[in-house]
C-alpha cells in the first residue's frame, strides 16, 4: 500500500478488553453457581437461566429501541443476570422475581443512566432491593439446602438463644439463603481466582470484611459469624467491586470499603435489617462521585503547599 | 547526589528488541537527501546555502542567531538542486534542503578538533555541534548544558531504551562504549559535575557489564540497572527512579540538581570534540514483519524513508504503518518520503499482525489508566472533559503535566484513545491561556 494509516499513538495495546475482564467474573462465579444447584436442585438452575438471559434480552432491546451500538456482547450484562441470581432465594416464585429484577437492573439502573461506566447505582443490588420491598414475603423466605424446599430463617434472622449453624456449614453453606450468598468457601475462591487475574484488587473485598469483623467484635457479636453469613462474601467480593459503582483510585477504594464496612455493621446492630449489605451498597454508591472527587491522586512534581 | 532506586508506575512491555544482537550496516548515499531547516525544539535555521551551491560533508546549511536553537549540517558532499517547503511528521512547516550527492563524501576543508578549554567555549562547541536531545523531543544540548551559575550534583545517563522494537542505543553501547564512556568522562571534567550514573535496564545485561567494566577506573561513573518498567526512559521518570526525587511541575531536572543526557548525544558530542565532525549520521533501527533485512543502519540526515525501505526489502503490500520511533510514542509517517532527522531512532514497518487496532468502547471505570499513569494523573477523568472540551477541569486535572507517554492507552480494556484526546485537550487548554495573557 502507498497509502500509510496516519494515527496517533500508542500503537499497540494490551490484550486486556472489557469482555475478557467481565468472562473472568462469569467464570469466578461459576463453582458458586453449580453448588447452588447441587443445594437446591433445579429450582436454582431454572432462576439462574431465566435471569442471565432476561438480563441480555433486557439490554438488547434497549438498544436496539433507542437505536445505540450494541453493547451486550461485552458481558457485563451476563454478569449482572448472575450476580442477581445469586441474590435470589431459591423458591420457585424468584424465577418470574428475577425476570422483574432484570427489569429494574438493566433497563431502570443501568441503561437509563447511559449504560456501562454511568450507572450510579449497582443493578443487581438495587434490583435485590426492589424486590425485597415490593415482594417482601417471597424474597425473605429461605429454603435449608439439601431439604427440598423446606424453608427456614436465615442466619442472621436466627433470634437470640437458639441454635446457630456451625462455622462449617456457614463455610459450606449448608445453610439457608439465597442461592450464592451462602457457600464462603466458592465465593472466596472465585474472589482468588479474580485477584490472580487482575480483575480486583484486594482493597474492596479485604477491607469491607475486615471493618465488619471488627466492628461486629466491638457490637459484642461473632465476627467470624457476621463474615460468612447473610450476603457479606457475594456483596464484597464481587459487588462492592463493581468497577461502574466503586471510586477508581485506590485511596477512594480503601474509603468507600471503610465506609460499606461500617454502613452493614451499624444496620445489622441496629436496623431491624438482617441484610445490610445490598443498602449498604446503595448509600456508598451514591458517594462515589463524591470520594472520587477527593481522593484525586497527587500529580507528579507537584509541589506541596506548605 | 545518592541514589535511591524507587520503582517507578507505568506499564511492563513485550521486549521485541530481535535485532539487538546485528551488528550496525552502514546504508550507502542514497541518491538524493532531504535536510529540513527544523530538527529540534526553538527557533528553525535560516537556509545560508543557495541552489547550484556545492556543499561539502559536516558544512553548516542552516543557522540562527536564537539561542534555543541548532545549526544543521550537511550529511554528504554534492550539489544543492532544491530549497523547498515540507511539512514534518509533527506538522510543523519548515524549509528544507534537497542535495543530490557527488558520491565522494568530501569532508570540509580545515574541519577539526574545537577548541574546549573552557567552560564557556565546551558549551559554545557544543552548539556548533548541532546536537540535540537524541532521545526524543530534540532540545538542543547546548541550551540543557548550560546550567548557568548551578553546578549539578550528577549527570545522569539515559542508556534505558525502554520503547519496544528498539535496540539503536544498545548497539551504540556495545560497539562504541568506550567512546560512550570517554564521553562522559569529558562531560564530566568541562562542567566540573561530580558524578555520573549511566542507566541500563535489566532486559541490557550485556550493556549494563560493558560499561561497568569500561568505566571501573573513574570513580565519578556508576552504571546502574534499573528493573525494566515503561516509561522509564522518560526524563522525569528516569529521575525518579535513581533518586527518588521528583522533578517539580513545569520545572527543569536542573531544579533538583541534575543533568541528563542520552546515550547517543553523548556519543555524538564526544566524536565531535575529538574530530569536528558534527552530527550528520544517525545509527537507526528497523524492524517490523513489512521488512526482510531487520537489523540497526548507519544512515546519513536526509536519507528518505523509502530509500531505507528499499535497501532493507520491504514489502509496501503488507506495510500498512510506518513509525517514527517506536510503538508506543512514536508518530505515523505520512509516506515515504520523509527524511531521517537528528531524533530518528527507528523506522518500523507494521503490519496488521504488529499493530493492534480495537475499537473504542465505553469507558467502564476499571480504574486500570489511573493505576498505570507514571504522572499521577487520571486519565479516565482527563478524557471526559477533554471529550467535553472542558478547558478549566483539564488545567485542574493537571493535564499539562501529561507525558503522552501512551501507558494509559496501553492498559486501557475499553480501548479508548486516551493519549488523543488529550493532546487536544492540552492544546485547549495553550489555547485559552494565549487568550487570557
Ligand atoms: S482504563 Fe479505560 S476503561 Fe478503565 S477507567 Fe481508564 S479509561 Fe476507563
Ligand atoms: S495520562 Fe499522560 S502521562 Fe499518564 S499514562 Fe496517560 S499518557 Fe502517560
Redesign the pocket.
Known amino acids: 500500500m502507498d497509502k500509510l494509516i496516519v494515527s496517533s499513538s500508542p500503537h499497540i495495546k494490551d490484550k486486556a478488553t472489557?469482555s475478557r475482564i467481565m468472562l473472568d467474573v462469569i467464570i469466578a462465579l461459576m463453582p458458586t453457581a453449580i453448588l447452588s444447584v447441587y443445594y437446591f436442585s433445579y429450582v436454582s438452575a431454572l432462576i439462574i437461566v431465566a435471569s442471565v438471559s432476561s438480563c441480555v434480552l433486557f439490554e438488547y432491546l434497549f438498544n436496539l429501541i433507542t437505536k445505540k451500538k450494541h453493547s451486550e456482547t461485552d458481558l457485563s450484562c451476563v454478569v449482572t443476570g448472575l450476580i442477581l441470581a445469586m441474590n435470589m432465594p431459591p423458591l420457585k416464585s424468584s424465577i418470574i422475581l428475577s425476570i422483574i429484577g432484570a427489569f429494574i437492573a438493566i433497563v431502570v439502573i443501568k441503561m437509563l443512566f447511559g449504560g456501562i461506566?454511568q450507572n450510579i447505582f449497582n443493578p443487581a443490588a438495587a434490583a435485590r432491593i426492589f424486590l425485597t420491598t415490593a415482594f417482601s414475603s417471597l424474597m425473605t423466605v429461605y429454603v435449608a439446602p439439601l431439604t427440598d424446599g423446606v424453608t427456614a430463617a436465615t442466619p442472621l434472622a436466627i433470634p437470640k438463644g437458639e441454635l446457630l449453624p456451625s462455622y462449617l456449614d456457614l463455610f459450606l453453606g449448608k445453610t439457608p439463603g439465597s442461592l450464592g450468598e451462602t457457600a464462603a468457601v466458592t465465593l472466596i475462591a472465585g474472589g482468588i481466582y479474580l485477584m490472580i487475574r487482575k480483575v480486583i484488587t484486594w482493597e474492596i473485598p479485604v477491607i469491607y470484611i475486615g471493618t465488619v469483623a471488627l466492628l461486629s467484635f466491638a457490637f459484642g457479636q461473632d465476627p467470624l459469624y457476621s463474615i460468612l453469613a447473610g450476603g457479606m462474601m457475594l456483596g464484597s467480593i464481587y459487588m462492592a467491586t463493581d468497577?461502574t459503582t466503586s471510586p477508581?483510585t485506590r485511596k477512594g477504594k480503601i474509603v468507600y470499603a471503610a465506609g460499606l464496612g461500617l454502613m452493614t455493621a451499624s444496620i445489622r446492630k441496629f436496623g431491624s435489617n438482617t441484610e445490610g449489605v445490598a443498602f449498604s451498597l446503595l448509600f456508598m454508591n451514591a458517594l462515589v462521585p463524591l470520594i472520587d472527587k477527593f481522593t484525586v491522586k497527587k500529580t507528579f512534581g507537584r509541589i506541596k503547599k506548605k | 547526589m545518592i541514589i535511591k532506586i524507587k520503582n517507578i508506575k507505568g506499564v511492563t512491555l513485550p521486549h521485541r528488541k530481535g535485532t539487538s544482537e546485528i551488528p550496525t550496516e552502514t546504508l550507502p548515499i542514497p541518491k538524493l537527501v532531504e535536510i529540513p531547516m527544523q530538527q529540534h525544539i526553538g527557533a528553525p535555521c535560516k537556509v545560508l546555502v543557495g541552489k547550484g551551491d556545492y556543499v561539502y560533508v559536516g558544512q553548516v546549511l542552516g543557522d540562527t542567531e536564537k539561542f534555543v536553537s541548532a545549526p544543521i549540517h550537511s550529511s554528504i558532499s554534492g550539489t544543492v538542486v532544491q530549497i523547498k517547503d515540507m511539512i514534518l511528521h509533527s506538522g510543523v512547516k519548515c524549509e528544507s534542503i534537497v542535495i543530490e550527492p557527488d558520491g565522494k563524501q568530501e569532508v570540509l576543508p580545515g574541519i577539526t578538533q574545537p577548541d574546549i578549554s573552557t567552560k564557556e567555549k565546551f558549551l559554545k562547541a557544543v552548539r556548533n555541534s548541532g546536537l540535540t536531545g537524541l532521545g526524543g523531543a530534540g532540545f538542543p544540548a547546548h541550551v540543557k548544558l548550560d546550567t548557568k551559575e548551578r553546578i549539578p550534583e550528577a549527570l545522569i545517563v539515559n542508556a534505558v531504551e525502554c520503547e519496544p522494537y528498539i535496540t539503536c542505543d544498545y548497539r551504540a553501547i556495545i560497539e562504541e562504549g568506550n567512546e560512550i564512556v570517554n564521553g562522559v568522562k569529558l562531560i564530566l571534567d568541562k562542567l566540573s559535575i561530580p558524578k555520573a550514573y549511566i542507566a541500563v535496564e535489566d532486559n541490557k545485561p550485556a550493556a549494563f557489564s560493558l560499561l561497568k567494566e569500561l568505566a571501573k577506573d573513574d570513580c565519578r561513573i556508576e552504571t546502574v540497572m534499573l528493573k525494566t518498567k515503561y516509561p522509564q526512559g522518560a526524563e522525569k521518570m528516569l529521575i525518579y527512579a535513581l533518586t527518588g526525587k521528583e522533578v517539580p511541575m513545569n520545572g527543569l531536572p536542573i531544579d533538583i540538581g541534575t543533568v541528563v543526557m542520552n546515550v547517543t548525544s553523548v556519543l555524538a558530542l564526544y566524536k565531535y570534540c575529538k574530530t569536528g565532525m558534527p552530527l550528520v549520521s544517525k545509527r537507526i533501527t528497523v524492524e517490523g514483519n513489512g521488512v526482510k533485512n531487520r537489523g540497526n543502519y548507519q544512515v546519513v540526515i536526509g536519507t528518505y524513508i523509502k530509500d531505507i525501505f528499499e535497501y532493507c526489502n520491504g514489502d509496501k503490500e503488507k506495510t500498512v504503518k510506518v513509525l517514527c520511533g517506536g510503538p508506543m510514542m512514536g508518530t505515523t509517517a505520512e509516506s515515504y518520503e520523509m527524511p531521517v532527522v537528528k531524533q530518528s531512532n527507528a523506522f518500523l514497518f507494521m503490519t496488521p499482525e504488529d499493530l493492534d487496532f480495537m475499537e473504542e468502547s465505553a469507558?467502564?471505570?476499571?480504574?486500570?489508566?489511573?493505576e498505570a499513569c507514571p504522572m499521577g494523573l487520571m486519565?479516565?477523568t482527563m478524557?471526559r472533559y477533554a471529550l467535553a472540551k472542558m478547558t478549566e477541569e483539564l488545567e485542574k486535572y493537571n493535564i499539562m503535566n501529561c507525558i503522552e507517554c501512551g501507558s494509559?492507552s496501553y492498559?486501557?480494556?475499553?480501548k479508548?484513545h486516551?493519549v488523543q484526546s488529550f493532546r487536544v485537550g492540552k492544546d485547549l487548554v495553550r489555547k485559552a491561556k494565549v487568550k487570557n495573557g
Open positions: 472489557t461506566g468497577y477508581v | 469507558c467502564i471505570r476499571c480504574g486500570r489508566c489511573v486519565p479516565l478524557n494509559c492498559v486501557c480494556p475499553a479508548r486516551l
